[in-house]
């Protein structure tokens, strides 16, 4: 056992290079969530009727369902890394900023898996 | 343990007009965003059950409340597209002296005002069609 303290094994050691991951990934879905985003947006706009035929039709073609399948998932994410740091900067309780902080999660992680399942199940579950 | 304070410091900060308008728009539109997002996965699940559920869905979806909230949409999706591209060349170190940071407010507010006016009359303009 080591009579030096935490803090003098640590220093010197550099940094665990993992302070800016939150910083790079809401950099890195925000820079793909642009085109992403407008191809979505574009999309839906220019579809020439909001029905069940001509949506899922739509969403049968393959580069359409690959495409709103990484818009989902990328839009979660970013999603996820925002709302974070607006409960960390504005809820001052210790335990509801946690338990909100879960729960965002969670929701995220269920808004994605619920939308890549929609998506696969219209353009995999051949014609209806 | 003791009160710390929260980062932006709601309740201190001298209210530089385009600094905080700017800067408050950027995340209260994300969180609607957000929202859209829920909104937009509910809807491909309705989707996904099938050509009753999803009549289900876009009936609900077509009420006159949701028309305000597509024009909702676009709107913040103008904002955070555009502020969100002020951030990114921020990020490269560019453009944060004051001048510049002022004019490219007005150029994010006007840039994305002028984009949320082509999509909704794009939008106003199909529904009107269909």
Redesign the interface.
Known sequence: MSLRSPLGQALGRGAAKDGVHHWLMQRMTAVALVPLAIWLVVSLLSLPALDYATVSAWLRQDWTAVLLILSVLTAAWHSQLGVRVVIEDYVGSRGLRTVLLALVTYLHVLAAAAGVFAVLKVALGGAA | ?A??P???H?SVYRVHRYTLLTSGLH?IS??V??LG??V??YW??A??A??VA??HA?ALLGLGVFKILWLAL?AV?SYH?CA??R??VW?TGRAMERAHSRASAYLVLGASAVLFIG?AL??LG?RHA?
């Open positions: 343990m009160a710390r929260t980062s932006p709601l995340r994300g969180l965003l957000s997002l829920i937009l996965v491909l699940m989707l996904a099938g050509p999803y009549a876009a676009l999706f597209l969100g591209l951030h990114l990020d999509l794009w939008l199909r269909s």
